[in-house]
Every structure is written in C-alpha cells, then in structure tokens.
C-alpha cells in the first residue's frame, strides 16, 4: 500500500537538500522530533553535521539530545546554560537585538547559545514545524473558533517575532540561517494537507504527519521522541525563575530590569509592578520605536502614566480612537 504522505516526505527532503548540500552546517538540536528529523536528513547530503543543544547540565533536552545524537552517530556539543553565565547570555542578546518580551527571550536564548557555541557559519533549525504541523499544546481540545484563531496567531507571532529575533541572533554571530520546514514548497504542500490531518486530537497525536514519515524512512526512535517546549526542556525558565526570587523579583520584573539596564544605560530602582497583557505583534512593533528613541518600555510606561496625571484625563489617545 503506497505511503498516504510520500509526496510531503519526499519535499520534506528536499527542502533539507537543498538547504544543507555540500556544507558543513550546525543543527539548533532539541533531541526532539522536529530537528530530530531534520538532523537525520541532513546526514544524508551535508559535508558535516555537528548538533547543538543549550540546556543545564541535567535538563530534559540535554539527556534527549545526547541520547538521540548517538542513535544517529552524529557528534554533539551542549551549549551549558546555568546560574553562572545566564544573566549575561540575556543582557547580550537584549543588546544585539533589542529584544525586550521575557517570552520571546525564554525560548530564543537557546538559539542564541547555539549561535554563540557553533564553529560552523551555517545553522539550520526546525523552526516552523509545531506552527505549520500543529505541533503546539494549545492546538488541542480547542473548539473550532479558538483552533483557528489560535492557529492564525501561531503564524503571526512567528513570522513578525520569532523570526526577527532570531536573524538579528545570527546576524549577531555572523551565521546564516536556515528554515528547511519553512521553505516554499513544503509551505505549498502544508496547504493541500486537510484540517483532519493536521489537527491533533490530543497531545499524543501533535505533528502526526512528520512522526509518520519519520516511521517512514526508518527512524521509529525519532518519531516517538517526547518533547517539552524549548524554555522549558532546557531548564532556562527555571534558572531565571530562581534568579528573580533571589532577587526579590517575579521572573518578568527581573527581564525587565535586565532591559532597563541594556537599553537606559543603568539599573533603576525598581517602582510598582505593573501586570498587563498586549498582543504580542503591538509589543514588538512598539518596542522597536522605543528602541530608537532610547527608552525602556519601563520608562515609556511611566512616561504614559505621568501624561494621565498631567492632563487629568485620557482624552490625548481617546481622540485618534472614535470612529466617524
């Protein structure tokens, strides 16, 4: 009986091919399926390939990692993540990006400690597989509506976050880097795929398409790999976590005075915390104008509550928002 997704498998391919060919490249390695997967491709056609992993010295991606790069025969290299050396990974990479959200850092310090470890130019990762494979927790037990919404925003905060932040990253280290499960043709080969197939019934079933074709080509080890979200299988959360209670902090009260400190020039004494939620895509967006206008988002804050108390009222940014 034909293979339902060999023509997915086979683009999947050469997606990897094409990206990795004749180079010595690195792998930004989570010892999970997605770059275990790519990883095991990439063997196939690359010069080299040497695996990266950022963890602590006994979290979760570390162990899968080290097991994983073994089963595939690949050499390895942890990029140790710690109390020690954490607090100067964040500052440096809120100073070579201008990356402020705790969030977007929580998961992107990893690929800024493989960056910062590999020896070779080129570094390929698995980023985009859990938004176009459906691959993320939040996609299950959703009702239709919120599956699409949660879906669509998957995408987006992708797009104008995630990847942002991680080419300012490579460009950082001088690396190029490289999205083989992003790349037009399994982007065009996503979209002939059902919501049936893509969308998990439960947590067992994210990414049912990619662990079958990794069934497929023989790596049943790959495609039954159990994988925790980046900050928290590497033991990055819980490291800053206990850093801001040292401190006698929360953990975004901590990241943020990190950024004051990057951004302003100078560590501020800490006023009220303010908890708020905004969408993530006006956040970023925002934060770039702050950015080149040498303020903190702390500072911009504060500078917001002042003009309230100035003018007595709200009307300066009521005006703009009535509708004709």
């Not at 097991?67 to 690949?74: C, F, N, W, Y």
């Not at 960056?115 to 996609?139: L, N, P, S, W």
């Not at 501020?268 to 104008?289: L, M, Q």
Request: proline share 3%; hydrophobic share 35%; glycine share 6%.
């Amino acid at each position: 009986m034909p293979f339902k997704y060999a023509g997915m498998e086979e683009t999947i391919i050469n997606a990897v091919k094409e990206a990795v060919e004749g180079k010595d490249v690195a792998v930004a390695f989570s010892g999970g399926l997605d770059s275990g997967l790519m990883s095991a491709i990439a063997k196939k056609y690359a010069a080299s390939v040497h695996l990266y992993t950022c963890g602590t010295n006994r979290s979760h991606d570390v162990t899968m990692a080290k097991d994983l790069s073994e089963r595939l025969e690949l050499p390895w290299t942890q990029a140790e993540i710690s109390k020690r050396n954490v607090e100067g990974l964040i500052k440096e990479m809120i100073s070579s990006t201008g990356t402020t959200d705790p969030f977007t850092i929580s998961y992107e310090l990893q690929l800024f400690c493989v960056c910062r470890e590999a020896k070779e130019d080129i570094v390929i990762t698995g980023q985009g597989a859990d938004e176009y494979f459906m691959g993320c927790a939040k996609f299950v037990d959703q009702t239709d509506k919120d599956y699409e919404m949660q879906r669509k925003a998957a995408v987006e905060r992708l797009l104008k976050v995630s990847i942002p932040c991680e080419l300012a990253i490579a460009k950082h280290f001088g690396k190029e880097l490289l999205y083989p499960y992003m790349s037009e043709e399994i982007l065009s080969a996503v979209k002939e795929l059902t919501e049936e197939e893509l969308r998990p019934k439960d947590m067992d079933s994210r990414k049912s398409i990619l662990r079958d074709i990794a069934e497929h080509l023989g790596y049943p080890y790959i495609a039954s790999r159990v994988k925790k979200s980046s900050q928290y299988g590497s033991g990055t959360t819980d490291i800053i976590r206990q850093l801001a209670r040292e401190k006698g902090m929360h953990y975004n009260e901590y990241i943020a005075s990190l950024c004051d400190e990057m951004l302003s020039g100078h560590t501020k004494n800490r006023g009220s915390v303010i908890n708020a939620r905004v969408d993530s895509i006006v956040k970023v967006e925002a934060e770039k104008i702050l950015q080149q206008l040498k303020l903190s988002p702390s500072e911009a804050v504060e500078l917001f509550y002042k003009k309230i108390i100035e003018d007595g009222n709200i009307q300066f940014i009521e005006k703009p928002l009535k509708k004709d």
